[in-house]
């Protein structure tokens, strides 16, 4: 019994995998919205987030990262998770504004740059500047893949893939549960 049901989060986390890596044919720039409860930052919050100096690096034990993050954000953050397609939080948000390390609050992209991939994941072509992100060899799974941390903290973002939309040709596949938005 207990092979059966291993196999089957195996076999469910490889097509999650997957399902990641597949861009779906979509017009560019179509996203649709979901309700977030977030409030909305001022201009002058705004901007501090985006001025945010990185120099300050996060460095937190693993027990401070359990005690800060629920079960789901530590397996995606911290020990490189994948939450399920289409059922979260993101995918669907058409609100303008940043969207931050759910870790730190490194604001790391902006709505003007996400696309609806057809993935189930919020996609973006780019991050807000190079210096928000580190890009990371991935040999997990058997793939060889580009895996997108936060560059203050280490945490795990998402994936990034070269099949994305103009002007970059770029697909940050990222995790909703590894980002906070903040409404303009």
């Not at 399902?19 to 919205?33: F, H, I, L, R």
């Not at 953050?77 to 995918?91: A, D, H, S, V």
């Not at 759910?102 to 057809?118: I, Q, R």
């Amino acid at each position: 019994m207990m092979i059966k049901i291993n196999s089957f989060f195996l076999i469910l986390s490889f097509l999650i995998l997957l399902a990641c890596s597949q861009q779906k044919d979509s017009p560019e720039g179509g996203v649709s919205t979901a309700k977030t409860g977030e409030s909305p930052l001022t201009a002058d919050q705004l901007a501090r987030l985006n001025n945010e100096s990185l120099r300050d690096t996060v460095v937190k034990t693993e027990e401070e990262w359990k005690d800060q993050l629920s079960f789901a954000a530590y397996r995606v953050l911290r020990e490189e998770g994948t939450e399920l397609p289409f059922i979260n939080k993101y995918n669907d948000n058409k609100k303008k504004g940043i969207y931050a390390c759910a870790g730190c609050g490194n604001p790391m992209f902006s709505s003007e740059t996400k696309f609806n991939s057809g993935t189930g994941w919020p996609s973006f072509y780019a991050p807000l500047s190079e210096d928000k992100v580190k890009e990371v060899e991935d040999r997990s799974m058997r793939m060889v893949r580009t895996e997108v941390e936060c560059v203050r903290c280490g945490s795990h973002i998402g994936h990034v893939f070269d099949d994305g939309p103009k002007p970059t040709g770029l697909r940050y596949c990222l995790n909703s549960i590894a980002l906070d938005f903040r409404e303009e």
